[in-house]
């Protein structure tokens, strides 16, 4: 079993950053290095998407993905020897107001399934 749990979030104006922490614990911690790691949000009355995605691909390589709406604007990383994954978000929009969620993943990425989620933490950016 692994926990997620986020942190970071907060208020802040237009054109500002933040930096958002997922920690992961627990019995099989140790195998969230080869997981994929995601960042997905939702947004009052909307559904949650996609964000960002940072998959393994062998060895210490991993690869990073964002939606098009994020792109240029939040880098996703991870640190295996805290067991933590980021998200970088600058030059944040009015529209990036959302809660966000870390989640992991067994299988590939782009098919919307996770094996484990986290309580979310709450973005909010002002105009």
């Known amino acids: 079993q692994v926990q997620l749990v986020e942190s970071g979030g907060g208020l802040v104006q237009a054109g500002g950053s933040l930096r958002l922490s997922c920690a992961a614990s627990?019995?099989?911690?140790?195998?969230?290095?080869?997981?994929?790691m995601d960042w997905c949000r939702q947004a009052p009355g909307k559904e949650r998407e996609f964000v960002a995605s940072?998959?393994?691909?062998?060895?210490?390589?991993?690869?990073?993905d964002y939606a098009d709406s994020v792109k240029g604007r939040f880098t996703i990383s991870r640190d295996n020897a805290k067991y933590t994954l980021y998200l970088q978000m600058n030059n944040l929009k009015p529209e990036d107001t959302a809660i966000y969620y870390c989640?992991?993943?067994?299988?590939?990425?782009?098919?919307?399934?996770?094996?484990?989620w986290g309580q979310g933490t709450q973005v909010t950016v002002s105009s």
């Open positions: 627990g019995r099989s911690v140790s195998t969230v290095r080869i997981y994929g």
């Open positions: 989640a992991a993943r067994s299988g590939p990425a782009g098919q919307g399934e996770y094996d484990y």
């Open positions: 940072h998959s393994w691909s062998g060895g210490i390589r991993y690869i990073a």
